[in-house]
């Protein structure tokens, strides 16, 4: 009985280790939106860091959430701190790291619990119709591999929800 449950433990063990070893260590989660408009409103959404509150799922996850921002707060090099009693928001801080005018928004993400990481918004126009990009590449280690799948569908949601958000109010 006792090398029963001994090999069966080795074999998960075994499982586990195969599959860390076996599973990338990149996840890129990228989402894209067709919004009806010049390329300018819904760069000026992610832009100014005070405008994410209009269509960012984790602002809307804790309206309660603390938040300050930089001066300006617009603009490469601009910050916004946030403290949040959700566990899915948490605390951290972010700054545009690189901002190209209506094609690009890179951020510089710090989190409390999650580590650091880079996402970036690209806005391509064409003909009145501006495609919003929303991409984000993380780098996993070790366990971490075991939860990429499930990480880029949540991930995937969340940026689906605020594409669309900021869809609806680039157009309004």
């Known amino acids: 009985m ?31 939106i067709a919004i009806n408009t010049d390329a300018n409103k819904p760069f000026e959404q992610v832009n100014e860091l005070r405008n994410w509150s209009n269509w960012s799922p984790w602002d809307k996850m804790d309206p309660n959430m603390k938040s300050e ?6 603009g490469e090099g601009a910050w916004k701190t946030w403290d949040s009693q959700n566990k899915n928001v948490d605390q951290g801080k972010m700054t545009l790291s690189k901002v190209v005018t209506n094609k ?19 806005f391509a126009e064409e003909n009145g119709t501006t495609t919003a990009t929303w991409a984000m590449e993380n780098e996993l280690k ?4 075991l939860f990429g799948g499930m990480m880029k569908k949540m991930l995937g949601k969340q940026f689906d929800q605020g594409l669309r958000d900021l869809k609806k109010v680039s157009e309004a």
């Open 2 to 32: 006792l090398y029963i449950f001994l090999g069966t433990i080795a074999g998960i063990v075994i499982i586990i280790v195969a599959m860390i070893i076996i599973l990338p260590s990149k996840v890129k989660v990228e989402r894209s």
């Open 104 to 122: 690009e928004v890179e951020v510089s993400l710090e989190f409390r619990k999650w580590g650091n990481n880079v996402s970036t918004m690209y």
């Open 69 to 74: 921002f930089s001066d300006p707060s617009s």
């Open 142 to 145: 070790g366990f971490g591999k």
